[in-house]
């Protein structure tokens, strides 16, 4: 038995966000610490992701903090450096926060590839397990793995799908 399963579920609250680019289903724990951001038509990977980090999840319907609502409404209206405000906390093994961390990083305005941010973080050759990692990122938009493109410039692999990417990497100013 691993330890996982004998944890009591966590209890996160849920509540949503209308954004231009769809409904943001917004995680917070007790603290009011966000745990996930994810897309309302993406919910059944959100909460998939937030199984395999905490185990059993109890949702309940709660209202995020209102400096969390509010840094992340006005990042959709153009405050762009809003997002830096929010305070966030992830699980996952040690790898993967190591790449969630770095994304936090990455300037508004600007794109790394996948390999360019394995090299920033001492792993070059770990391009596809930096890929993996990005893409069970918890906590959209505000770990910004938007901002990950191909290393020929492309735009490759969004969770909350392409359009989204292209949109949010406009809204910050990138030509796509």
């Known amino acids: 038995?691993?330890?996982?399963?004998?944890?009591?579920?966590?209890?996160?609250?849920?509540?949503c966000l209308k954004t231009p680019i769809g409904i943001a289903l917004l995680v917070t724990d007790a603290e009011g610490v966000l745990r996930a951001l994810d897309?309302?038509?993406y919910e059944h990977?959100?909460?998939?992701?937030?199984?395999?980090h905490y185990g059993a999840v109890d949702l309940r319907k709660q209202p995020a903090p209102a400096g969390t609502r509010s840094a992340l409404s006005d990042y959709f209206d153009g405050?762009?450096?809003q997002l830096a405000t929010v305070t966030w906390r992830v699980a996952g093994t040690p790898f993967?926060?190591?790449v969630w961390t770095a994304l936090a990083k990455i300037p508004v305005g600007t794109t790394l590839s996948y390999g360019a941010l394995a090299a920033k973080l001492d792993m070059a050759?770990?391009?596809r397990a930096v890929g993996h990692a990005n893409g069970s990122n918890p906590?959209?938009?505000?770990?910004?793995c938007h901002r990950l493109?191909?290393?020929d410039g492309s735009l490759v692999k969004y969770g909350g799908g392409l359009e989204r990417k292209r949109w949010l990497l406009r809204h910050e100013g990138v030509e796509v």
């Open 1 to 15: 038995m691993t330890a996982r399963s004998t944890r009591q579920s966590e209890s996160f609250g849920l509540d």
């Open 39 to 41: 897309w309302e038509d």
């Open 45 to 52: 990977r959100m909460r998939e992701l937030l199984r395999l």
């Open 79 to 81: 405050d762009l450096k």
């Open 96 to 98: 993967q926060r190591k």
């Open 125 to 127: 050759k770990a391009v």
């Open 139 to 144: 906590i959209s938009v505000v770990l910004p």
């Open 149 to 151: 493109i191909g290393a």
